[in-house]
């Protein structure tokens, strides 16, 4: 396979730049948006559909207008956000981001170089053991691709999704890529040369705004999530194992972070409309954070579970990876990323979500809790899902009984 450099990939085609005079101000009435079927991308729809009056256009990679406009329904569905009433303002788009000109048309691409005001880019393709070559095509490329088309024509404001992972300022020219190896690592690789070909477009004239989310949960009224995260793999396999790792409860154990979908969705939406003043990336993130014993705790309350040595619990899980209908299998692959998880080693990193929060200041859009009650809101949705089992017993674990029902007397 042909060896790829993140760091020569970070070099945006000199060709690239905004031509023509920019739009007229005002809100984008024409948006294009990638990654519709995706997790986020349908939640920014749905934003987009709720609080602006923009028509939106999504890339989406299917066979025929038909396929793509079916694919965009199922997603919305399965996510509980599908609305008979405002798909006449969407337009699907057949098209790839792995490939030349988006695999356009030259006629489509023409049509939208002219008609877009503004562009979201959320589409990417994700696998946490991907290497960053396989991810490369749709990550890096694609981004390209997509910048491309922001400045054909005329500029248009781009917003990119990219991920708290990447960390420092995708302007300092002297800083290198991630290194490879660690689980997810070849995803941030892409998208850190995605962030810097974006900030090369933005040098270059074109108004840009990289956003950095935190791990998106579900949302925080509905729980409605996408199924493929490691960490309610880890979740799913303490109740089908009936087993769950003895995790230290004290401050420097393991914890946390979410930051519910609904919050990330408005706020994009909400932060590309204004301008911003400055180019900084904005982190999206979930500032309350929960200790891993706690969110393993909310589990233990609904689903009979033992709590086991960490190593005898990450033994059982790998012996059972195969059961359960395949249940397990996604955990079992995730094994060292878990092992990282219980030491703590993996930790979500602090970032500083300042420039957000201003931004957001007086929006009433803010970052929900992280607490029992969102955790709640997430088993419910998982449950009725069918991705967790029905909790065949409610009980309280030994813990709880002894501190709180010892002696029927009412509570002072």
């Known amino acids: 396979m042909h060896h790829h450099d993140p760091a020569t990939d970070a070099v945006l085609d000199p060709g ?30 749905r934003e987009l559909l709720d609080h602006t009056n923009a028509h939106v256009w999504c890339l989406i990679r299917a066979d025929s207008d038909h396929h793509a406009a079916a694919r965009l329904r199922e ?41 877009i005001d503004a562009v979201q880019h959320a589409g990417a393709q994700v696998g946490h053991a991907a290497p960053y070559s396989a991810l490369r095509a ?27 992972a990447v960390s420092g300022d995708p302007a300092d020219r002297a800083a290198t890529p991630p290194p490879p190896g660690r689980p997810g690592g070849g995803y941030v690789a892409g ?15 074109l108004p840009v705004l990289i956003h950095r989310p935190g791990r998106i949960s579900g949302h925080s009224v509905t729980g409605a999530c996408q199924l493929d995260d490691g960490i309610w793999h880890f979740v799913r396999a303490i109740t089908l194992l009936g087993l769950a790792p003895d995790v230290a409860a004290s401050d420097g154990g393991p914890d946390v972070s979410f930051s519910p979908v609904d919050y990330v969705a408005r706020a994009i939406v909400r932060m590309s409309a204004q301008d911003t003043g400055s180019a900084a990336p904005r982190y ?25 040595p960490q190593d005898m619990w990450l033994e059982r899980l790998w012996e059972a990876r195969h059961r359960h209908d395949g249940a397990l299998l996604k955990a ?30 007086g929006t009433g859009i803010t970052c929900p809790p992280l607490d029992g009650a969102l955790i709640g809101v997430y088993l419910d949705y998982f449950q009725s899902a069918g991705f967790l089992p029905v909790p065949t017993t409610t009980r309280y674990t ?15």
């Not at 998208?191 to 004239?205: H, S």
């Not at 999206?284 to 309350?301: D, T, Y």
Request: glycine share 10%.
């Open 332 to 361: 079992g692959v995730l094994v060292k990323y878990y092992r990282a998880l219980l030491s703590g080693t993996g930790r979500p990193p602090t970032v500083d979500d300042g420039d957000s929060v201003r931004d957001l200041a």
């Open 284 to 308: 999206l993130v979930n500032q309350s954070r929960m200790p891993l014993s706690e969110l393993i705790g909310h589990v233990a309350k609904r689903y009979a579970v033992s709590y086991v």
């Open 16 to 45: 690239i730049a905004p031509g023509g005079a920019a739009r007229a101000a005002g809100p984008a009435r024409h948006v294009l948006l990638t990654g519709a079927t995706g997790f986020l991308g349908a939640f920014l729809l």
């Open 138 to 164: 749709a990550n890096v490329c694609g981004t390209q691709e997509i910048v491309r088309l922001a400045c054909e024509r005329r500029g248009k404001p781009l917003s990119f999704i990219s991920t708290a």
């Open 191 to 205: 998208k850190w040369v995605a962030e810097r070909l974006v900030r090369q477009a933005g040098d270059r004239g």
């Open 75 to 115: 997603a919305m569905r399965r996510y509980l956000i599908w609305d008979d009433r405002s798909a006449e303002r969407v337009t699907p788009v057949v098209g790839d981001l792995t490939a030349p000109s988006l695999d356009l048309t030259p006629a489509r691409w023409a049509e939208l170089a002219e008609r």
């Open 398 to 412: 030994p813990r709880e009984d002894s501190e709180n029902h010892q002696c029927g007397l009412p509570e002072q």
